[in-house]
């Protein structure tokens, strides 16, 4: 492998990588009973972790169809009514782009919006990173990174919001399997 880049293109590509001394992404992911998504969303969860921003120079897989079906349920569980395009151009823009930042995000945003003949709503982006952080859709890392990353779920704060509202230390949230999740 050739470093970083090779690597995060045998997570995230949409082609396979061409390189001898790696099996492909397909290979690893049938030994280990391993969903696709699964495994790039735990990835992005790592990377937020560790606060590091990836800028994918390659086209990646599009957003899965389950994480759309999870955005929808999203939306109608705070009554959001916008198009539901615009909040798969937000989420994707994440998907495609972990660690991104505010000014990038809304850039990338308006220029997606022009491209699929959409209007951009410019109050919109701030409210849907709002709903979906709160439902832990997607995530900002603590660790000063001021980057958004999709990772589906958050453990982590999954656990900190049940010990503020329980007041007592709850570790069920580390223990459940993260592809159960989903």
């Not at 790592?46 to 994480?67: A, C, D, Y």
């Not at 937000?90 to 995000?105: F, K, Q, R």
Request: net charge negative; with cysteine.
């Amino acid at each position: 492998m050739r470093g970083d880049e090779d690597g995060a293109q045998w997570v995230f590509g949409k082609e396979p990588l061409d390189a001898e001394d790696i099996p492909p992404r397909e290979i690893i992911l049938e030994l280990f009973h391993a969903r696709e998504f699964v495994f790039q969303l735990r990835v992005q969860y790592e990377l937020l972790r560790k606060g590091t921003k990836l800028t994918l120079g390659f086209m990646t897989s599009p957003l899965p169809q389950l994480l759309k079906f999870q955005l929808l349920g999203s939306l109608r569980r705070v009554n959001l009514l916008v198009d539901p395009d615009l909040v798969f151009i937000i989420a994707s823009t994440i998907w495609e782009n972990p660690g991104i930042n505010d000014a990038e995000l809304i850039q990338t945003y308006q220029t997606r919006c022009k491209l699929a003949g959409l209007r951009p709503d410019f109050d919109l982006p701030p409210r849907v990173l709002a709903f979906l952080e709160l439902d832990y859709i997607i995530s900002r890392a603590d660790t000063g990174s001021t980057g958004w990353y999709l990772t589906g779920r958050n453990p982590i704060r999954m656990r900190q919001d049940a010990q503020e509202e329980t007041g007592r230390m709850n570790t069920g949230a580390d223990q459940r399997s993260w592809s159960a999740q989903f």
